[in-house]
């Protein structure tokens, strides 16, 4: 049987008014995550805090996505401070799941970058689930994520 995936890729970019060690580190604290999540997926990280970030901490999470409760698990891949970190899905609503973070010092900001690449489940109703309901989504998400970051860091 052939299992082909359809990769979908999210890009966002966003200048942040302070140092790139400053900003890495915001992110370095698995607890922020709760600020820059929307209210509305209701997030909650279920690994206990602290969490030390570091190349292979795995962090479990639930969130509502369409109406339902998921259980999202993933894992460090990647660690780079202050410069990049990749998470990836181990299990939760996703076929496939990478977030790549990448911060670059520019003049006395933070250049920051995300990449996203996903896979959606739904079989041939794949592109359609994508195209409806998943890209909107996420482009709130991290639309959301961009806004909070730049007041939060505004101060």
Same mark, same amino acid.
């Given at each position: 049987? /052939?299992? +082909? /995936?359809? +990769? =979908? #890729? /999210? %890009?966002? %970019? $966003? =200048? +942040?008014?302070?140092? $790139? #060690?400053? $900003?890495?580190?915001?992110f370095s604290r698995a607890e922020n995550l709760n600020l820059i999540t929307p209210p509305w997926l209701r997030f909650q990280i279920l690994t206990p805090l602290p969490i030390k970030m570091e190349k292979k901490t795995r962090i479990d999470y639930s969130l509502n996505l369409f109406r339902a409760r998921f259980v999202w698990k993933t894992e460090i891949t990647e660690w780079h401070p202050p410069h990049l970190f990749i998470d990836k899905q181990i299990s939760g609503p996703y076929q496939h799941w990478e977030h790549t973070h990448r911060f670059k010092k520019k003049n006395k900001g933070t250049h920051m970058e995300d990449i996203v690449r996903y896979a959606v489940p739904g079989f041939i109703f794949a592109p359609l689930i994508h195209f409806f309901f998943v890209r909107p989504r996420l482009e709130k998400i991290f639309s959301f994520r961009e806004e909070t970051l730049l007041r939060l860091f505004s101060k």
């Amino acid at each position: 049987m /052939l299992n +082909i /995936l359809k +990769i =979908y #890729e /999210l %890009k966002r %970019k $966003v =200048y +942040i008014q302070a140092p $790139v #060690e400053d $900003v890495f580190s915001f992110f370095s604290r698995a607890e922020n995550l709760n600020l820059i999540t929307p209210p509305w997926l209701r997030f909650q990280i279920l690994t206990p805090l602290p969490i030390k970030m570091e190349k292979k901490t795995r962090i479990d999470y639930s969130l509502n996505l369409f109406r339902a409760r998921f259980v999202w698990k993933t894992e460090i891949t990647e660690w780079h401070p202050p410069h990049l970190f990749i998470d990836k899905q181990i299990s939760g609503p996703y076929q496939h799941w990478e977030h790549t973070h990448r911060f670059k010092k520019k003049n006395k900001g933070t250049h920051m970058e995300d990449i996203v690449r996903y896979a959606v489940p739904g079989f041939i109703f794949a592109p359609l689930i994508h195209f409806f309901f998943v890209r909107p989504r996420l482009e709130k998400i991290f639309s959301f994520r961009e806004e909070t970051l730049l007041r939060l860091f505004s101060k």
